[in-house]
C-alpha cells in the first residue's frame, strides 16, 4: 500500500530552548508595560501571571521530557494555573466596569473550549499508554482553569473590539502541546491528530 503524505511529519514541535526564550521576552514585554503604566491593575496583573508562566516554562522545558521528574511537571502545571487565574482577573477587572461579560465572544470561547475538550478526551481514549490517574487529574483541572482565562479574554476582545484573542488562543494551543507531550508523550503534531494505530506508538 502507497504510504499517504502527510505535511505534519515534517514540522516539528517547537524546542525547549524556544519555549523559554520566547517565555523570557514576554516577561521583559510585560514589565515595561508595567513600568510605563504603574497606576494599571491590569498591567500589574499581567506582570505578575507572566512570572509565573516563566516558572511553569523553566520547570516544563528546562530539561529533556524524557529526563525531567513528575514534582517538576507538577510545579510547572501549578505555576501555569495560577498564571491563568491571574491574568482571567486582569482581564476581568477591564470587562466589569465597562462591558457586559455575556457577549458573543465569551459564547463563541466556550463553544471552542467544549471542541477542546472532546480533542483531550479523544487523546485519551486512542492513547496505547498507560496513563497516570492523578497526572490526567491535574490536566483536566488545568483545562477548566485555561478555559476560564480564554472565554474572559475572549468576552473581554468581542465588547474591547480587541485583538488580545489571539494571544490567548496561541496561548492555549501552546500548553496543549505541552500537555498532549506530557501526559500522552506525544512528540509530534501528527502524533496528536492521526487516528492510525500506528501513530500512537
Known sequence: MKKRFKL???IPLISNRTKIEISMFLVIFAYISYVVHPESLDTTFCFIAMIFSFIGDISLNGMPLEKRPNWLMYTGAAAFM???LVYAK???ILIKDLYEFFNPGMIFSS????L???VSIICVIKSKHTLNILMLLVFGIY???IGINFITICSYSWSAKSLSFI???SFLISDFIIG???VFKIKRLDKALSTEKSGWH
Open 8 to 10: 505534519m511529519d515534517y
Open 167 to 169: 494571544g490567548a488562543l
Open 180 to 182: 498532549i507531550e506530557t
Open 143 to 145: 483545562i477548566f482553569i
Open 111 to 114: 463553544a471552542f473550549m467544549v
Open 116 to 118: 477542546f475538550l472532546l
Open 82 to 84: 495560577v498564571a491563568h
Open 90 to 92: 486582569a482581564y476581568y
